[in-house]
């Protein structure tokens, strides 16, 4: 088993910077790839990024790229979701997934997630 926590959301306008993090306890979360991914009223819940169990591998969304940085802490078995020039279409809750392999877009492949932090981006 495994339990993420995950932490960082909070109102920005836009332009601004946020960073969630997503804090692991369990055994084999360091084996385990890890997602974050978004969901906003009334939308299905969409990949975001994610990192590979030694997070020398990375993965974006492109409506993300070149503006999310997600990075792990092994030590601290946390993985972060560095956001900046954050836009309102950003405004959803965030979830860390986790319990893969290796990264996936499909959010039903993951078997452990978070209670997810509201991330709000005004205009």
């Known amino acids: 088993q495994v339990q993420l926590v995950e932490s960082g959301g909070g109102l920005v306008q836009a332009g601004g910077s946020l960073r969630l993090s997503c804090a692991a306890s369990g055994r084999n979360f360091r084996t385990y790839a890890v997602g974050w991914f978004r969901q906003a009223p009334g939308k299905e819940r969409e990949f975001v990024a994610g990192?590979?169990?030694?997070?020398?591998?990375?993965q974006y969304a492109d409506s993300v790229k070149g503006r999310f940085t997600i990075s792990r802490d092994k030590a601290k078995n946390t993985v972060y979701l560095q956001m900046n020039s954050l836009k309102p279409e950003d405004t959803a809750v965030y979830y860390c997934?986790?319990?893969?392999?290796?990264?996936?877009?499909?959010?039903?492949?993951?078997?452990?997630w978070g209670q997810g932090t509201q991330v709000t981006v005004s205009s």
């Open positions: 997934g986790t319990g893969v392999v290796v990264v996936t877009l499909n959010p039903y492949e993951y078997d452990y």
């Open positions: 990192v590979n169990w030694s997070g020398s591998s990375t």
